[in-house]
């Protein structure tokens, strides 16, 4: 009825736009049809409980999936996380990079774990200015956590090679009780390394055992990590003070600066030497740790 205001010529165009209209109209309902919210909603399914046996490859073959079937969806980011890690997972260095790379376009906002994986793909694929600077931006997240937190105290110290960062915990948690640590970033190529001062309960509790002694007995350690390795520098006792363990932490951190761990090379199709420790290396109060206490 509202065309009859319009003249003839007028109303016909309208008619013929109006058509054009509802046909995108009806395109974009088919679309939504086929990739709604149902849609995301399986796939965040698939992710959070496989019907299969989920490895790398079915991550990768499933986020894929999803990305392509659904471009336009804002979950699409995080499918560009997962779809990131099930590559280095699976060994596909420069798939895992085209993907971070999309999901920082799509507009995600990285953790310090997955920037830090992140710099380790880019490490494999020989783009070493880029694995620095991914690198250096997770342990800036890091550090920012920790500050916008109020959960350290921290520093840092410019030294040889590099820097090493300082961190006096607030209010160490039950548990891991991490109470100091140490993290030396190298200025060029090459993998960050922490010492840390913790409580070691599992191994009170079998010096415990073994001596027939109070198992609940505390125990405080100074550990070294890399991205590979974890090891024991030795007790912490009360005769030691807090200035003769960072003189020390600091010593040792110069020293690894002067011959950082590089990437560690793997066979064609083998998941990428990613950070093993990387939630100690880099411990925030509170957050999952799924390493292996010792």
């Not at 090379?265 to 030497?273: D, N």
Request: charged residues 20%; glycine residues 8%; proline residues 4%.
């Amino acid at each position: 009825m509202a065309y009859a205001r319009f003249t003839r010529k007028a109303a016909s165009a309208l008619i013929a736009s109006g058509i054009s209209a509802l046909l995108g109209l009806a395109q974009d309902a088919h679309a939504e049809a086929a990739c709604g919210l149902s849609d995301a909603v399986r796939y965040q399914n698939a992710i959070s409980a496989p019907q299969e046996e989920g490895s790398p490859a079915y991550f990768l073959r499933t986020a894929e999936a999803f990305i392509a079937a659904c471009p336009d969806r804002l979950e699409v980011r995080d499918a560009h996380i997962v779809a990131a890690r099930a590559a280095l997972d699976s060994g596909r260095a420069e798939i895992s990079v085209s993907h971070y790379d999309a999901a920082l376009a799509a507009g995600a906002r990285l953790t310090p774990a997955a920037r830090m994986d992140q710099a380790i793909v880019l490490m494999a694929t020989g783009a070493d200015g880029r694995a620095r600077e991914a690198r250096n931006l997770a342990v800036s997240g890091w550090l920012a956590k920790l500050d916008a937190t109020n959960a350290a105290t921290l520093a840092a110290y410019k030294v040889s090679g590099g820097t090493i960062y300082s961190v006096r915990y607030a209010q160490p948690e039950p548990g891991l009780s991490v109470s100091a640590l140490w993290m030396a970033v190298p200025t060029g190529a090459g993998l960050p390394s922490s010492i840390l001062i913790r409580n070691a309960p599992q191994r009170a509790a079998w010096r415990g055992l073994r001596e027939d002694s109070d198992a609940s007995t505390s125990l405080v350690i100074a550990e070294r990590l890399t991205c590979r390795s974890a090891s024991l520098l030795g007790e912490v006792t009360d005769d030691i003070s807090l200035a003769e363990i960072d003189r020390g932490a600091i010593g040792d951190l110069a020293a690894y600066l002067g011959h950082p761990d590089m990437l560690v090379s793997t066979s064609r199709g083998e998941p990428i030497a990613s950070c093993l420790s990387l939630s100690r290396m880099m411990h925030v109060p509170g957050e999952g740790d799924n390493s292996v206490l010792r």
